[in-house]
């Protein structure tokens, strides 16, 4: 199984400053993505995130908001640009291993409060 | 409009009781997932259900896929604190790994 680190855990940010999350796989995957989960809420995707290329983003979600990065297969960040209290989130990194692509394991999610 | 909807959206309950979560949906899945999620921590796959009718059981945890791949059941007999948690189903619409969750269930077992 894959394993998963995100950094930070949880942060404190201030209104209108930006945070980037890292996302550490202990071993090559084929596939990363990323999540919001508001408080209370389930988890929407926000992008995946291509190695050595843009990401690609779903409806909603934004490169100049949430700009994300995947230089190689094990390693990703996603910025969260130009807080303000609504982007108080869980932020879960999701990877899929394995060349069937159907073992998709998460991070244990970086929690932003913006105050 | 929420893809998969999820009920109830609260369930509290006490110990060795019985219970059903129910994941609807309008359009056909390939294959449902459901996981579990605990406070501070990131959802962690439970199982996934891939064929119409199928019934899948893990312990005391007993899921199912309905006939025509849009709908799935988590029933957990016996329930205990340590269930307690956030249960979400999930599926990639058109297939591969982009999951679209449920709306969630918060479950709570209190002895």
């Known amino acids: 199984s894959a394993v998963i680190s995100q950094k930070p855990s949880r942060d404190i940010c201030q209104r209108g400053t930006s945070l980037t999350i890292q996302c550490q796989v202990d071993s090559q995957v084929t596939m990363m993505f990323w999540y919001r989960q508001q408080p209370g809420q389930s988890l929407t995707l926000i992008a995946t995130a291509n190695q050595g290329s843009e990401a690609t983003y779903e409806s909603g979600f934004v490169i100049d908001k949430f700009p994300i990065s995947r230089p190689n297969l094990t390693f990703s960040t996603l910025t969260v640009s130009n807080m303000s209290p609504e982007d108080s989130s869980i932020y879960l990194c999701s990877v899929v291993q394995g060349s069937t692509g159907n073992t998709i394991y998460f991070g244990e999610g970086s929690w932003l409060t913006v105050v | 409009t929420q893809l998969l909807e999820q009920s109830p959206q609260f369930l509290s309950i006490q110990e060795g009781e019985n219970l059903t979560v129910y994941c609807n949906s309008s359009?056909?899945?390939?294959?449902l997932q459901w996981y579990r999620q605990e406070p501070g921590e990131g959802p962690v796959l439970l199982v996934t259900v891939v064929t119409g009718g199928e019934v899948k059981k893990l312990k005391r945890l007993t899921f199912q896929f309905g006939d025509a791949r849009k709908d799935s059941s988590l029933h957990i007999t016996a329930a205990q604190p340590g269930d307690t948690g956030l249960y979400l189903c999930a599926g990639a619409p058109g297939g591969g790994n982009k999951l679209t969750f449920g709306t969630g269930t918060q479950l709570k077992v209190e002895l």
């Open positions: 359009s056909v899945f390939s294959s």
